[in-house]
């Protein structure tokens, strides 16, 4: 087989395997649209039940009643086929790996995954209740707080993101220490900026209230200290 064939076989069959993810992402809405009001209700019951009595979300534009929950319903989707989207890339990328490289990629893929999941439910069963409680106490007095569902379903993914990324801090270490980018004790020599990066971070993605803002920090400097010490076990058991 010659290399120009060699380059097209790989080209079919990461298609097939992107094919694949599609029709695994499409099935999941299929199943999940017939529930994305219910799946909406509980993505904002955080807000709903912040709310005063009386207190309710709005639509604003003709469309978004219907758009929003479908765009629920396709997030919710992606969530819930991620299992089968990474068997697909790791099936694709597989057969170019060392047998090493495949024992450390597995775990790496499966935690890395794990972790996101993590951090998105961190957000919402910890960090929403804190952050609409303190949107919803500080409205002024004849200030009716009626959030639009396309804006809450803004701002909450970019939350989910934010907390789902700072979750991959420890693998994101390992990594680089793996991959010979950074050294252990540079990881330590540069934590004080790090802690303080935690805080910027904390300060850019959070509602300007100190408690949210340090919901982030810190646990980012902690996933930060759990990086180090998960990479000084990995380059011991490598000189090993």
Request: with cysteine; glycine share 6%; proline share 7%.
């Amino acid at each position: 087989m010659t290399p120009t064939d060699t380059f097209i076989s790989h080209l079919i069959e990461l298609r097939n395997r992107l094919l694949h993810i599609i029709i695994g992402v499409v099935v999941s809405f299929l199943c999940l649209f017939p529930f994305a009001n219910k799946i909406y209700t509980l993505l904002a019951q955080p807000l709903l039940s912040r709310l005063p009595a009386g207190g309710q979300m709005i639509a604003t534009a003709v469309t978004t009643p219907f758009l929003v929950p479908m765009k629920v319903a396709m997030l919710a989707a992606i969530v819930v086929s991620l299992p089968y989207t990474l068997y697909q890339l790791w099936a694709f990328v597989a057969p170019g790996l060392y047998a090493h490289e495949k024992r450390f990629a597995v775990p790496l893929i499966v935690l890395s995954t794990l972790l996101f999941l993590i951090g998105m439910a961190f957000a919402y069963f910890l960090v929403f209740p804190v952050v609409f409680g303190f949107i919803t106490s500080t409205a002024p007095v004849g200030v009716a707080v009626m959030t639009d569902i396309g804006n809450y379903l803004d701002f909450v993914i970019t939350l989910f993101l934010a907390f789902g990324i700072a979750f991959e801090v420890p693998v994101a270490v390992v990594l680089l220490v793996k991959l010979g980018v950074i050294s252990v004790a540079k990881l330590k020599e540069v934590r004080p900026y790090v802690i303080v990066g935690a805080f910027v971070i904390g300060a850019i993605f959070t509602p300007p209230d100190v408690v949210s803002q340090i919901m982030l920090a810190v646990p980012l400097w902690l996933l930060y200290e759990a990086g180090i010490l998960a990479a000084g076990f990995v380059t011991a058991r490598v000189k090993e």
